[in-house]
């Protein structure tokens, strides 16, 4: 580009028809908030020092949820309307030069290509702006596109202002604009606030412009659906569920079979290896990475994890802030609560809960157990029922199991503890002292045994 591009994000809006407490581009759709969405574009036109967010609304969360260093920010205290955003920005950027792209922070799904198109429109013409539009089914709530006889764009009339005759055109404002900065920021302050709305409309800079003698371009792009903007949870919804498409679709072109691809919720960050399989309904969460060669199962949540090649992980199964090696399983109806490590080969299967837990190459815990702070060996059995005590009421408590131990079912470990190499535990035992290596550990009531007890009690009644 051979001009300066400075990028004007607006961002300050309540959105009242999102019926919330929280400023609408604080709201999350595929996996981001929406102003993440609009910034990531914006980064791919411009360096983070030409691009300013004008915030109002919830300006100090609004700006924390703005990551990247070297934005800039406009305060617009008061919100009265978008063409007022811009005269809150007018003293920071009248004098920046070269072209001005406007992005309004609730249109989360443009594409860095349309944009492109919209800045050549602008350029390859020789007017003074362009607006992005769009012909829609049912424009209502949009503002609609106003041309004359020649086909010229001559202004954009909101949804409130709007005579039937206007409401019936079908070219909606999609609100993405380029503007040359000279006549822009010479016009800003022509805008009034005379509609029913008393606000200040960013759009009606089309129209004076126009009448000022200089020409507007429109850019048009086939598929509305690219530029929705939100306004309230439904449109939240439908843009959530195109981000996660187009997500899934991704993934799948890059050789990941996703079973019933639209129940499927998968973060940007992620990251899936060839072959691996995903079944119905599995949210794969935050900067997780699966392997290839995988499977995870139907109705699974994968946060934050590591999934080496050949993981499978069953049915119902959650999983947060864990690596799991490769070949490792897990459920169904497994919790892999936290920090857990699961080395090559080990399994951990139905009902079994894992805090904060290293378990080694091999290791088998099947059913039913709570393993909370354990550092776990190689080739351990867990047997069903088993409880590490890791927690006393005040402190956390380690648990040590060396290789080849053998835990009998329903045994309670009663941390600190330590299990040596080779040791095996029988089951039900309460252990409460260190039991070493090689070692039998029995720590259970006597069986007693009374001979004919039975019989005589029946006998009785
Ligand atoms: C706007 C356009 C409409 C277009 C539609 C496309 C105007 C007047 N209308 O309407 O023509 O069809 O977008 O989605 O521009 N904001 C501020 N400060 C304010 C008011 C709003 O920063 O004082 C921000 C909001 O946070 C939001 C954006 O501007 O991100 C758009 O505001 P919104 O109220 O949603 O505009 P629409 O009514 O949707
Ligand atoms: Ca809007």
């Given at each position: 580009m051979e001009t300066p591009l400075t990028v004007v994000v607006l961002?300050?809006?309540?959105?009242?028809?999102?019926?919330?407490?929280?400023?609408?581009?604080l709201h999350r759709a595929g996996g981001r908030y929406l102003i993440e969405h609009v910034l990531r574009t914006a980064r791919t036109l411009a360096p983070p020092e030409r691009i300013f967010v004008v915030v109002g609304h919830q300006s100090a969360e609004v700006r924390a949820a703005?990551?990247?260093?070297?934005i800039g920010f406009i305060e617009q205290?008061?919100?009265?309307?978008t063409g007022h955003a811009l005269m809150a920005a007018a003293d920071t950027?009248?004098?920046?030069g070269g072209r001005l792209v406007i992005l309004y922070?609730?249109?989360?799904?443009?594409r860095p290509e349309t944009l492109e198109g919209l800045i050549s429109a602008q350029q390859s013409s020789d007017a003074s702006g362009a607006i992005l539009t769009a012909v829609m089914d049912d424009p209502t709530g949009y503002g609609r596109v106003l041309r004359d006889g020649d086909g010229n764009v001559t202004g954009v009339v909101e949804q409130r202002a709007g005579t039937p005759e206007q409401l019936a055109?079908?070219?909606?404002?999609?609100?993405l604009y380029c503007y040359r900065a000279a006549p822009f920021w010479r016009h800003?302050?022509?805008?009034?606030?005379?509609n029913p709305a008393r606000e200040y409309y960013l759009t009606d800079m089309v129209e004076i412009l126009h009448r000022a003698g200089h020409g507007i371009a429109a850019f048009r792009v086939d598929d509305p659906r690219e530029v929705l903007g939100i306004n309230d949870r439904e449109e939240l919804a439908v843009v959530d569920r195109l981000l996660r498409a187009r997500k899934v679709r991704e993934l799948m072109l890059a050789g990941v079979t996703i079973e019933k691809p639209e129940t499927a919720t998968v973060d940007p960050d992620v990251t899936i290896g060839m072959d691996t399989i995903v079944e119905p309904f599995v949210q794969i969460l935050g900067h997780t990475t699966i392997g290839e060669n995988c499977r995870i199962g139907a109705c699974s949540i994968v946060q934050d994890s590591e999934l080496a090649d050949e993981v499978e992980v069953g049915p119902f199964t959650i999983i947060g802030t864990s690596r799991l090696e490769r070949g490792a399983h897990a459920g169904p109806?497994?919790?892999?609560?936290?920090?857990n490590h699961v080395a090559a080969g080990a399994h951990i299967g139905n009902f079994v809960e894992l805090k904060k837990t290293r378990i080694g190459a091999g290791?088998?815990?099947?059913?039913?157990a709570y393993l909370g702070d354990a550092e776990i060996g190689p080739r351990v059995n867990i047997g069903a029922?088993?409880?590490?005590?890791?927690?006393d009421g005040t402190l956390k408590h380690k648990t040590r199991i060396g290789s080849g131990a053998f835990i009998g079912s329903n045994s309670t470990l009663v941390a600190p503890i330590e299990v040596g190499d080779g040791a095996y535990v029988g089951a039900g035992s309460v252990l409460t002292k260190p039991v070493p290596p090689d070692s039998l550990a029995v720590g259970r009531a006597h069986q007693i045994i009374k001979e004919g007890w039975a019989r005589k009690r029946r006998e009785r009644k």
């Open positions: 961002a300050a809006g309540l959105g009242t028809r999102m019926k919330s407490r929280k400023a609408k581009v703005v990551d990247t260093p070297g205290s008061e919100q009265k309307g950027l009248s004098n920046s922070g609730d249109c989360p799904l443009v055109i079908r070219e909606a404002n999609m609100g800003i302050q022509d805008l009034r606030p005379d109806y497994a919790r892999l609560r936290m920090e290791s088998k815990a099947m059913h039913l029922g088993t409880i590490t005590c890791n927690y």
